[in-house]
């Protein structure tokens, strides 16, 4: 059974920093472009940041450039997202999502496949 599970959300005040994870089981992460999505209640989900599975490629979205980085560990089966400088409007829930279809860019700007795999999501809170 392929999944992903996210961790590493939380209450942070801005200008905080978290480390989110996405640990992938039931299939390797080697063949996948990774991305972090994070949506609100009453928006449209935005694609955060995504990487790419051949040469370890990146892309942010202008509102976290700079702050966040994607990172992955092919050997732990794992993605990272870490994030700096909080702001109040990174408050969301954050999903990793695995594509063995789509690039990463275009996951990040367009959306992910639908034969791509969700993980359940990890909240992120911040404020003072």
């Known amino acids: 059974q392929l999944q992903l599970v996210e961790s590493g959300g939380g209450l942070v005040q801005p200008g905080g920093s978290l480390r989110l994870s996405c640990a992938a089981s039931g299939f390797t992460l080697d063949y996948y472009d990774i991305g972090w999505f994070r949506q609100v209640p009453g928006k449209e989900r935005e694609g955060v940041s995504c990487?790419?599975?051949?040469?370890?490629?990146?892309y942010y979205a202008d509102s976290v450039k700079g702050r966040f980085t994607i990172s992955r560990d092919n050997a732990k089966n794992t993605t990272y997202l870490q994030m700096n400088s909080l702001k109040p409007e990174d408050t969301a829930v954050y999903y990793c999502?695995?594509?063995?279809?789509?690039?990463?860019?275009?996951?990040?700007?367009?959306?992910?496949?639908?034969?791509?795999?969700w993980g359940q999501g990890t909240q992120v809170n911040v404020f003072s």
């Open positions: 990487i790419s599975s051949t040469d370890g490629s990146t």
């Open positions: 999502v695995a594509d063995a279809i789509t690039t990463f860019q275009d996951m990040c700007v367009m959306g992910p496949s639908g034969l791509s795999s």
